[in-house]
């Protein structure tokens, strides 16, 4: 499969920010650990800080034949309808993941508006959470 993977704002900084949440490891290293464990697939990594950006990308993941489309959006999680509206456009199997849990955190992280425009979430088990991310798709797309 061909697998996009996007990651939203100071997702970057991965390594700098608050270990308990986010675990020591660079954005690098999890996109190592990914391309490691599931080496009998294809994945395109992208990360950025700006809203519109994301949109654009996920705007053309269909067109570019992704398989499927993996989404960290960070704090746009919380804010951004633009990228709810961007991930309802396209078909392909999507889904939510995130490092920590954000249900057991800030209430104000508990608002979460990608959620039922994606098919799944995994969330609070740091780069475990991708690994059963892309189990779910393998499940949903070869089954
Ligand atoms: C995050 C959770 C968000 O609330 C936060 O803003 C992030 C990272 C996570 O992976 O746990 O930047 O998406």
């Given at each position: 499969m061909n697998i996009l993977v996007i990651h939203g704002p100071n997702l970057n900084m991965l390594g700098k920010r608050d270990e308990k949440l986010y675990?020591?490891?660079s954005l690098d290293d999890l996109y190592g650990e990914v391309s490691d464990y599931f080496e009998?697939?294809?994945?395109?990594?992208?990360?950025s800080n700006h809203e519109g950006e994301l949109i654009d990308v996920i705007q053309h993941a269909e067109e570019e034949n992704y398989d499927a489309l993996l989404i960290n959006p960070g704090a746009y999680t919380h804010t951004s309808i633009a990228i709810r509206?961007?991930?309802?456009?396209?078909?392909i199997p999507k889904v939510e993941v995130h490092l920590s849990n954000i249900d057991q955190r800030e209430d104000f992280r508990k608002?979460?508006?990608?959620k039922d425009v994606c098919h799944e979430?995994?969330?609070?088990?740091?780069?475990?959470?991708?690994?059963?991310a892309i189990k779910f798709i393998e499940n949903l797309v070869l089954s």
């Amino acid at each position: 499969m061909n697998i996009l993977v996007i990651h939203g704002p100071n997702l970057n900084m991965l390594g700098k920010r608050d270990e308990k949440l986010y675990g020591t490891f660079s954005l690098d290293d999890l996109y190592g650990e990914v391309s490691d464990y599931f080496e009998n697939h294809e994945f395109s990594f992208f990360q950025s800080n700006h809203e519109g950006e994301l949109i654009d990308v996920i705007q053309h993941a269909e067109e570019e034949n992704y398989d499927a489309l993996l989404i960290n959006p960070g704090a746009y999680t919380h804010t951004s309808i633009a990228i709810r509206d961007a991930l309802e456009l396209i078909s392909i199997p999507k889904v939510e993941v995130h490092l920590s849990n954000i249900d057991q955190r800030e209430d104000f992280r508990k608002t979460d508006y990608i959620k039922d425009v994606c098919h799944e979430r995994f969330m609070g088990k740091k780069i475990d959470s991708y690994i059963e991310a892309i189990k779910f798709i393998e499940n949903l797309v070869l089954s």
